[in-house]
C-alpha cells in the first residue's frame, strides 16, 4: 500500500489521566490505579487511530509524561532531587534538568507493559518511540563523564537494551526522538549518526528518526518565526542520514518553510511526511493532506511516502488532535485514490 498513514508518537492524554493541554501534564492518579489508567488510555489511543483509519498506529505516548524523561525515569545514575538549570537546544529553552551522578544503567524495561498491552490489542502494524540520544544528552546535566560524546554513547547504549527488547515484544517499528539534530548540524555528522546507530544495533525491525521543528508552543513557534523565510538546515545533514543504516526519517512539511527539493538528499529512505500541523488548530482538510503528499511526490518516490504528523500531539487540546487523525486517514486515503 502507498501513503500508509501514522503519527510522530505523542496524543493528548484523556483529562481523568492527567492535567489537560499541557506538555508536563499532572498525574491525575497515583499507584496502581495510575499503572491500570495508563494502559486504559493506551488501548483508547489505538482505537481512536483504527477508527480513523491509520495504518501503523502507536501507543500515544500515554505511559509518559515526557517523551525525554518517560525514559530517564528508569535510568539508574541520575539525580532528579538536585536539578540545575541549563539551556537546552541551542540555549532556546531554559530548563531544569536532573544531572548525571554515576555510570548509566536501566532498572530494568521502560515501555514493556505498554508496549505489550498495544500490541495484545492491535493487528495493525505497531510504533514505540524513543527519545534519541543525542537529545537526551541535551537534556541532562553531566556531574559523571566528563564528555557528552562518551554519556550519549553510555545512553545510546541503554536505547539498544530497551529497542531489543520491543522488538521481541512484537513491536514493528522503533523511532528515534532527535530534535537536537535540528540544532546542532555539526555534531550530527561528527557523532549523533554514530550515536544513533549504536542505539539501532542489532535490529531488523524498522527504524525511524524523528527531526522536525518541535511542539506547537510558543518557545519553538517564536524560534521558528526566527529561521527566515527558508528552512535551510536540513541540507547539511540530509547526505550523512541517507548514508545512515536508519530506516525512515520522519520531517515536518505542512505549514513548514522546508524547501520540499531537500527531500531529494534523502534518496533511499523512507519519509515521513507531516502532513498535518500541530502549531495550530485547524483542522485540515483531505484535500490539503493529499495535496501535501502530492508536492512531495516532486522529489520522492510515492512507494517511500508515509503520512504521518508533523510533531507530536500531547499539548493539544484532544477534540482538535481526533478530527485531525480522522484528516490523516482520510488523507492519505485520498491520495492513493489520486495517485496509484
Not at 488501548?43 to 525525554?68: C, M
Not at 547539511?236 to 505549514?255: D, H, M, T, Y
Request: charged content about 25%; overall charge neutral.
Amino acid at each position: 500500500m502507498i501513503f500508509p498513514s501514522t503519527i510522530a508518537g505523542s496524543l493528548p492524554k484523556p483529562s481523568w489521566l492527567a492535567e489537560p493541554n499541557k506538555l508536563w501534564p499532572q498525574w491525575r492518579l497515583q499507584g496502581d490505579d495510575l499503572a491500570a489508567a495508563k494502559l486504559d488510555a493506551t488501548l483508547l489511543a489505538i482505537k481512536l487511530q483504527e477508527d480513523a483509519g491509520i495504518d501503523i498506529v502507536g501507543d500515544g505516548e500515554q505511559s509518559r509524561q515526557h517523551f525525554v524523561h518517560g525514559f530517564l525515569e528508569f535510568v539508574d545514575g541520575i539525580d532528579f532531587a538536585h536539578k540545575v538549570e541549563m539551556g537546552i537546544r541551542g540555549d532556546r529553552y531554559k530548563a531544569m534538568v536532573p544531572v548525571v551522578k554515576g555510570e548509566l544503567k536501566l532498572k530494568g524495561r521502560v515501555h514493556q507493559l505498554e508496549a505489550r498491552h498495544a500490541r495484545a490489542h492491535t493487528k495493525r502494524q505497531l510504533k514505540i518511540t524513543l527519545p534519541g540520544p543525542m537529545t537526551i544528552s541535551d537534556t541532562v546535566s553531566d556531574a559523571h563523564y566528563g564528555d557528552k560524546i562518551k554519556m550519549a554513547m553510555a545512553f545510546a547504549g541503554l536505547l539498544n537494551q530497551e529497542a531489543r527488547a520491543l522488538e521481541a515484544d512484537g513491536i514493528d517499528v522503533i523511532q528515534f526522538d532527535e530534535p537536537a539534530f535540528n540544532v546542532f548540524m555539526t555534531e550530527v555528522q561528527v557523532w549523533g549518526i554514530d550515536a544513533l546507530h549504536k542505539a539501532i544495533d542489532g535490529l531488523k525491525c524498522t527504524t525511524a528518526v524523528h527531526i522536525c521543528y518541535g511542539y506547537g508552543i510558543k518557545a519553538n513557534i517564536d524560534w521558528k518565526n526566527s529561521l527566515g523565510s527558508e528552512w535551510t538546515q536540513y541540507e547539511k545533514i540530509f547526505p550523512a542520514l541517507a548514508k545512515s543504516r536508519i530506516g525512515q526519517v520522519s520531517l515536518e512539511c505542512i505549514n513548514s518553510r522546508v524547501p520540499l527539493k531537500l527531500l531529494s538528499l534523502l534518496d533511499g529512505k523512507d519519509l515521513l511526511v507531516g502532513v498535518i500541523d500541530v502549531a495550530n488548530d485547524t483542522v485540515e482538510t483531505p484535500e490539503q493532506v493529499a495535496g501535501v503528499i502530492g508536492e512531495v511526490m516532486k522529489f520522492v518516490p510515492k512507494e517511500r511516502i508515509v503520512a504521518s504528523t508533523n510533531c507530536g500531539m500531547a499539548p493539544m487540546h484532544a477534540d482538535i488532535a481526533r478530527a485531525k487523525l480522522v484528516a490523516l486517514g482520510a488523507g492519505a486515503k485520498l491520495a492513493r485514490e489520486k495517485y496509484a
